[in-house]
């Protein structure tokens, strides 16, 4: 898919499931693969990065077996039952992918090399190599701290203590995954409260892990045990459906068994405050992870100052949150949420060029956005290869004056294959080229 063409929708109905959720299913690969024993998994989300992950861990000898969609049989090594891969990892689009198998790989034996696409190379690695050398782990990158990076194996991990710098899932992950090879303690401290998916998922392997407040701390030297793991839905990619059916008069869809981990869901905390119409349904715990449906009717939103407190939990969120401002009444302001300028592209800059495209007054910041809402009009933007700014154009084109043409969409596989057909199914105007 190059280009998506989004126009006028005239509602938004049905009851379905959006694919699994992108963190725990890369988690999952890991873990079961570190585990003894079989880790069975169901609901994996069957898109490029997750699949990097398991492809990088088959590459190391894990015998991980597909055994119909979304269903995946992991035999688990142990800890130390890793194989020196034949070839480079190569990890395509995926920064949960490196940043975290970095973690792993520097607790190993022998030697590897990380790799990734055009938009991964240009992206901050520092980040996880100064912490990992503290710990006494010996990893290279480029001069300017980007992949490749090389790990040399062998070299003794020992616990320290952590203050990141950045709120950071991938960071704190990767540390208490080398941890796990580290002599001591690992300790982490937050600047702000990030996804907890590592920490569950340890515990859900019989690993203990310790969380106090923004602190998180784990002991080396123990094992992980194999288990099942049902893989909920990624509400980062039911966030595009909740901002649709919010700005799309005659809308009521029900998003069905989505993660709603309170360390993800600042987007409901987000569009509740602008006024959305959003119910939490059925809602219950699987596999230590808390689920729910998630029903969402048309409204009118309105523009405020996004509460720095929720940046961190909806991180990923942000370029359809810009686009549910465009719509909305009044004034939004987005501040501390400089990490944007980091992902997959800088999507500070990218969304509010293209936002300024389509006619929106909206201002980037340092860290954020002003957004006055008003009139959308059509107009052809790009997506900088960046899977969520696409999905967050298309959105954009649902009530949008003229209609949106966004190009360069291959990435929207990288996290959620089936969009386009999903999205029409409930009833956007959606052609794909
Ligand atoms: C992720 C953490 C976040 C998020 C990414 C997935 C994870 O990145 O943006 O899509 O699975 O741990 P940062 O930790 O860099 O904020």
Request: glycine fraction near 12%; charge should be negative; charged fraction near 20%.
């Amino acid at each position: 898919m190059n280009t998506m063409l989004s126009s006028l929708s005239q509602g938004l109905k049905g009851q379905f499931r959006v694919p699994g959720d992108k963190s725990i299913s890369h988690r999952a690969i890991m873990l079961g693969s570190l585990a003894e024993g079989v880790t069975q998994v169901s609901g994996f989300l069957e898109a490029e990065d997750a699949l990097a992950t398991l492809k990088a861990f088959q590459l190391m000898g894990v015998d991980i077996e597909r055994l119909g969609e979304g269903r995946l049989r992991i035999n688990g090594v142990g800890l130390h039952g890793l194989k020196a891969p034949q070839e480079d990892l190569y990890v395509g689009n995926s920064g949960t992918s490196m940043r975290l198998l970095s973690g792993i790989l520097a607790g190993q034996k022998f030697d590897s090399t990380l790799t990734g696409d055009h938009s991964l190379t240009k992206r901050p690695m520092r980040r996880v190599l100064d912490p990992l050398s503290l710990m006494g782990a010996a990893v290279e990158s480029t001069d300017a701290g980007t992949s490749p990076l090389k790990v040399h194996g062998g070299a003794p991990l020992r616990g320290i203590q952590y203050k990141m710098p950045m709120g950071s899932a991938q960071v704190k992950s990767c540390l208490l995954l080398a941890g796990l090879y580290a002599e001591g303690t690992t300790e982490v401290i937050e600047p702000a409260i990030t996804r907890d998916h590592t920490e569950r998922m340890l515990k859900g392997f019989g690993y203990s892990v310790k969380t106090e407040g923004n602190v998180v701390s784990i002991e080396g030297g123990g094992t992980l045990k194999g288990m099942s793991i049902d893989v909920p839905g990624d509400i980062s990619s039911a966030a595009f459906f909740l901002v649709a059916a919010s700005i799309t008069p005659n809308s009521d869809i029900t998003l069905q068994h989505v993660g709603v981990n309170a360390t993800r869901t600042g987007i409901i905390d987000i569009l509740l405050k602008m006024g959305a119409d959003i119910q939490l349904l059925n809602e219950k715990v699987v596999g230590g992870e808390k689920v729910a449906d998630i029903r969402v009717k048309s409204c009118q939103l309105k523009g405020i100052e996004v509460p720095e407190n929720l940046v961190a939990l909806a991180i990923d969120e942000f370029p359809v949150i810009f686009v549910a401002a465009a719509y909305a009444e009044g004034q939004t302001i987005v501040t501390g949420a400089e990490e944007l300028r980091v992902k997959e592209s800088d999507r500070i800059q990218t969304m509010a060029d293209g936002l300024q495209t389509l006619g929106v007054d909206a201002q980037a910041t340092a860290d954020g956005m002003i957004i006055n809402g008003g009139a959308v009009q059509g107009g052809e933007v790009e997506s900088f290869d960046d899977h969520r700014i696409a999905m967050a154009f298309a959105v954009a084109g649902l009530q949008s004056r003229g209609a949106i043409k966004i190009n360069n969409c291959e990435n929207v596989a990288t996290s959620f294959p089936n969009f386009v057909e999903l999205a029409t199914q409930c009833g956007f105007e959606l052609a794909a080229k």
